[in-house]
């Protein structure tokens, strides 16, 4: 079948680094992608990975292992207003996007 | 415009009746997705159009959801005999390519 998973919450100090994991499961696998969405917001994109390995962006990286079915958001020096849920979706070659349920990041003093 | 529309931003409706929802997306983008959102949950998929194929239903909830798009641009998402578990945020997506998807601002619905 197809599904996402990753962890529900993720809590963190301002300055610090976080990881998010994202297992997926998928035919016709093509990319991931990470999106953040602040509480009342629209989701916006942060990063896409169609290639096995890390792209950085700033203070965000994301990673992924296509023989792993796996990957990864990097929040570097954490700050106040990462605060937001995350979301791993993945892209098939028929070009459709699929969300996880999301991870609620809580950034704290 | 530069980015996704949708109208109206909030629709107050009452058990019964039936609501549209429309999308404008961004121009040339040949993906057009609707997702909904319940408080606090995840983006749950409910029809994907890409270009001029068939598009993908899976996701509608129930015969009551229907979705069309027009000359390959404009959507419109119907929810027929509305009921009160359809209370959401119902979130327009256009994509150009597979890696980005730009969202609109949503469609906030609250069934009464």
């Known amino acids: 079948g197809q599904s996402l998973e990753q962890p529900s919450e993720v809590t963190a100090v301002e300055g610090a680094i976080v990881q998010i994991n994202c297992t997926y499961q998928?035919?016709?696998?093509?990319?991931l992608s990470w999106y953040q969405q602040h509480d009342g917001g629209a989701p916006t994109f942060l990063s896409y990975?169609?290639?096995?390995g890390l792209e950085e962006t700033g203070r965000f990286s994301s990673f992924l292992s296509r023989s792993d079915s796996y990957g990864y958001l990097l929040l570097q020096e954490l700050q106040m207003k990462d605060s937001a849920s995350y979301f791993c979706?993945?892209?098939?070659?028929?070009?459709?996007?699929?969300f996880g349920d999301g991870t609620t990041l809580t950034v704290k003093p | 415009g530069a980015g996704v529309s949708q109208s109206p931003s909030n629709k107050v409706t009452e058990k019964g009746k039936d609501v549209e929802l429309r999308c404008d997306p961004i121009?040339?983008?040949?993906?057009l997705y609707w997702y909904r959102q319940s408080l606090g949950q995840g983006l749950e998929f409910l029809i994907y159009?890409?270009?001029?194929?068939?598009?993908?239903k899976s996701g509608l909830p129930s015969d009551r959801f229907s979705a069309e798009r027009t000359g390959g641009s404009v959507s419109t998402l119907t929810i027929q005999r509305t009921q009160q578990e359809d209370s959401a945020v119902y979130l327009c997506?256009?994509?150009?390519?597979?890696?980005?998807?730009?969202f609109g601002e949503g469609s906030w619905l609250t069934v009464v």
């Open positions: 121009s040339g983008h040949t993906a």
């Open positions: 979706t993945y892209n098939t070659n028929a070009g459709k996007s699929t």
């Open positions: 998928t035919s016709g696998f093509y990319g």
């Open positions: 159009f890409q270009g001029n194929s068939a598009p993908d």
């Open positions: 997506a256009s994509s150009l390519d597979l890696g980005t998807i730009y």
């Open positions: 990975n169609a290639l096995d």
